[in-house]
């Protein structure tokens, strides 16, 4: 039988390793899952998730150099994850007006060093950074006048 990428077959499972799990497949040939493709969950140990002897249906995913390299868990629906819960309900924001990134920050107060010079108006980008760019100069030179004055008094 010829496989080709992505062709979903079944197979027993032939003998298991550290590092995968050896399958029988239909016409005579034998293909390996590795460790990473058995379970969409971290697989420590290979005999909690397969048994040999074991009938599994497995996805080819590529042939190199007469290789079939094969996977347990293409062939079945990822896991839900926890945190993820469907749609978010409507009144997600507990009360908060939705954020609208065009009317800049919703608060007065200045934001990560940010100061406005009218907090009640929206600032643009350009002001912004225009803003930051002051600020971090102001910051850079006192910190050398700061450097300078302690390497002077080092000198003497």
Do not use: C, W
Request: without cysteine.
């Amino acid at each position: 039988m010829d496989f080709t990428v992505g062709t979903i077959v079944e197979g027993k499972v032939k003998s298991i390793t550290k590092f995968g799990a050896f399958i029988s497949l239909p016409g005579n040939q034998t293909g390996m899952v590795h460790i990473s493709e058995i379970a969409h969950a971290y697989v420590s140990d290979i005999h909690e998730h397969l048994t040999e002897g074991q009938d599994v249906k497995v996805m080819v995913i590529s042939m190199e150099n007469g290789k079939i390299n094969l996977s347990i868990k293409r062939t079945q629906e990822p896991p839900r994850q926890q945190n993820e819960r469907g749609p978010r309900p409507a009144q997600a924001n507990r009360g908060r007006p939705p954020f609208d990134r065009s009317k800049g920050p919703q608060s007065d107060r200045p934001r990560d060093g940010f100061r406005s010079s009218s907090p009640k108006e929206p600032q643009s980008f350009d002001d912004m950074l225009k803003q930051f760019m002051q600020d971090s100069d102001s910051k850079i030179s006192s910190l050398r006048q700061y450097s300078d004055h302690r390497s002077r008094s080092r000198r003497r």
